[in-house]
């Protein structure tokens, strides 16, 4: 619901823009009275006795001085309007402004043609009003040029100017709650771009999200995290500025302490972007506490929701550490009958931190052998799945405790039948390798590997 309106808001503020912008060409133009027809936008245009009634009813936009955004670099001409949503760069070779969108923000502009149609002439029959009755038009000048002016060189702001603005409604004591928690997600937004998770860092931005992680309102609290896990997805460099700010550590007394489900998704999100392939966080994980954390969280009445992100977030870095480490057994193997691989020396220390995430035998001494398999009761087949797949990532420390439990063996028989059934009725659709054989096929290898002395 977030996500939606702020694609409105923001699709609403493209469409602003370009009618903003609009009016304000016309204004100048009508307070220069050198202009009569002004309202032939495209410059250069040739004929200047195009009058008024015939552009109003030409809904055809490519007549209009607007830059069009793709997602590749285009060259910005002289008095261009940039749609918000758009990044710009100065290309130093040729002294030119250069624009383009994120793919998302492209398909968002070119999917809402007819809007901008309708507020263009809605800008259009306003300046007409004006142009009818030249006092008015003076008196919309006066009145609103210097704000259009100002909301101009806010369209046409870049991210990095976006953020600046959004940091300082957030960092400002003035604000309201409702102001920052605006900002955050605005940032949340904007942090999905690598640049921008780092300009964020840059600006210093990046503490001030993690010191609000134990403000005292829950509504702040959320926003932060996800603004956290947003910026650190995918992005090592920021993961690096989080954990050294204290990140993990707050998330962890979140976790740890009594908070509504829906920060504590949240966080479970942030923890989990922040682990992913960094094995340093993964090791400060577990050395402060992380896995009795989520341990505590898991058997928390109330907290069932969480409890498929909380495997998740275990069996991610079970997997991960697994992959790595095959992964450069591969390698050596392949170095070895001759090819030509050498491995830097930042592979070999990534090796090596990940070869200190001791986290199985934490989870053995801390009892997920038992809590994973009440997993299984759950009706979700994702629920279903994931807990599968972590029991069998588990076999080899887990196996003696799955043996001696009871519930788990109903439990597998239970999904043996329910599961074979299903599969049968995929395949009455002609599916042969569906979701239920996935999941059969993950029973299936934990009966026969529970079986194994
Ligand atoms: C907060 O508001 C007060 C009074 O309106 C003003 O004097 C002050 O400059 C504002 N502070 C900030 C940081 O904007
Ligand atoms: C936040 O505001 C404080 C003063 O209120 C200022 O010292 C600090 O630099 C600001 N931080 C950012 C990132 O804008
Ligand atoms: C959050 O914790 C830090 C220390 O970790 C403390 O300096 C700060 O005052 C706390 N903020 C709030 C709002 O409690």
């Known amino acids: 619901k977030m996500m939606t309106r702020r694609i409105m808001q923001k699709k609403w503020r493209l469409g602003l823009s370009i009618a903003l912008w609009l009016v304000s060409v016309h204004l100048i133009c009508a307070h220069n009275e050198k202009s009569p027809t002004a309202l032939s936008i495209k410059e250069g245009s040739d004929d200047h006795s195009k009058g008024e009634e015939t552009l109003l009813e030409d809904e055809d936009s490519e007549d209009l001085e607007v830059f069009r955004p793709t997602d590749k670099w285009q060259t910005l001409k002289p008095g261009q309007a940039v749609p918000a949503g758009s990044h710009v760069r100065l290309n130093l070779q040729t002294g030119q402004r250069e624009v383009k969108m994120g793919e998302e923000e492209v398909l968002k502009y070119w999917s809402d043609g007819n809007r901008y149609t309708e507020e263009l002439k809605e800008a259009l029959k306003k300046f007409k009003k004006g142009m009818d009755d030249p006092e008015d038009s003076k008196q919309i000048f006066n009145q609103d040029l210097k704000k259009d002016m100002e909301a101009l060189d806010m369209l046409v702001e870049t991210d990095v100017q976006v953020m600046r603005r959004l940091l300082n409604q957030f960092n400002n004591t003035n604000s309201t709650t409702e102001e920052k928690i605006t900002a955050l997600l605005d940032l949340e937004y904007l942090v999905h771009q690598v640049d921008n998770a780092q300009n964020l860092v840059s600006m210093g931005g990046m503490q001030l999200v993690i010191n609000v992680l134990n403000s005292t309102d829950i509504r702040l609290q959320e926003s932060a995290a996800f603004v956290l896990g947003s910026a650190v997805s995918s992005n090592p460099s920021v993961q690096i500025e989080a954990i050294e700010g204290g990140a993990l550590q707050k998330l962890l007394t979140l976790l740890a302490t009594k908070r509504p489900t829906s920060v504590k998704k949240k966080v479970l999100f942030a923890v989990a972007s922040l682990l992913r392939h960094f094995p340093f966080a993964q090791s400060h994980f577990l050395k402060l506490g992380g896995v009795q954390v989520l341990n505590e969280l898991f058997q928390t009445p109330g907290t069932e929701p969480l409890r498929v992100r909380i495997i998740t977030v275990l069996y991610d870095m079970i997997t991960e550490k697994v992959n790595i480490l095959m992964a450069a057994e591969n390698s050596e193997l392949i170095s070895q009958v001759g090819m030509d691989i050498i491995p830097d020396s930042s592979h070999q220390e990534r090796l090596r931190q990940y070869a200190e995430v001791s986290l199985l035998p934490v989870l053995v001494e801390q009892g997920w052998c038992s809590l994973v398999p009440e997993l299984l009761v759950s009706p ?42 299903l599969v049968l009725t995929e395949q009455d659709v002609g599916e042969q390798d569906g979701y239920f054989a996935e999941i059969l096929a993950l029973v299936d290898s934990m009966v026969v590997k529970m079986r194994q002395v």
């Open 380 to 421: 979700e087949h994702d629920c279903r799945e994931k807990a599968l797949r972590t029991l069998l990532a588990m076999m080899a420390q887990c196996q003696t405790q799955y043996k001696q439990n009871p519930a788990l063996t109903a439990s597998l028989s239970e999904l043996q039948i329910q599961y074979q059934e």
